[in-house]
């Protein structure tokens, strides 16, 4: 059974810089697309980024392309969300989950089956 966990979220300042990480344990994260979710307060979960399992395709929400970029380690069983020129409304927990269809990079929520617990981040001064 796949469990997914994530890691690297902070309090970091306008501007700055964040990578998120996500194990994977329990199955190979190869046979798996990732993608990275994101819960502001108050608003509802919205799909930040993903990567089919060969990172042949991607996705970005419109508001953090040209700012993040998403990776994967198939080696080292993780995937990364690597976050620049952070804004204030990018705050919030972030959740990698995993899709077991692995060609696609969707930013569906329903397409996901395998969810981490999550990470915060902060974007403040």
């Known amino acids: 059974h796949l469990q997914l966990v994530e890691s690297g979220g902070d309090l970091v300042q306008p501007g700055g810089s964040l990578t998120l990480s996500c194990a994977a344990s329990?199955?190979?994260?190869?046979?798996?697309?990732i993608g990275w979710f994101r819960r502001a307060p108050g608003k509802e979960r919205e799909a930040v980024s993903s990567?089919?399992?060969?990172?042949?395709?991607?996705y970005f929400r419109d508001s953090v392309s040209g700012r993040f970029t998403i990776s994967r380690d198939n080696a080292k069983n993780t995937a990364y969300l690597q976050m620049n020129n952070l804004k204030p409304e990018d705050t919030g927990v972030y959740y990698c989950?995993?899709?077991?269809?692995?060609?696609?990079?969707?930013?569906?929520?329903?397409?996901?089956?395998?969810w981490g617990q999550g990470t915060q981040v902060t974007v403040s001064s």
């Open positions: 990567i089919s399992s060969a990172g042949g395709r991607t």
């Open positions: 329990g199955s190979s994260l190869s046979y798996y697309a």
């Open positions: 989950a995993a899709s077991e269809d692995p060609h696609k990079a969707s930013a569906y929520a329903v397409e996901y089956a395998h």
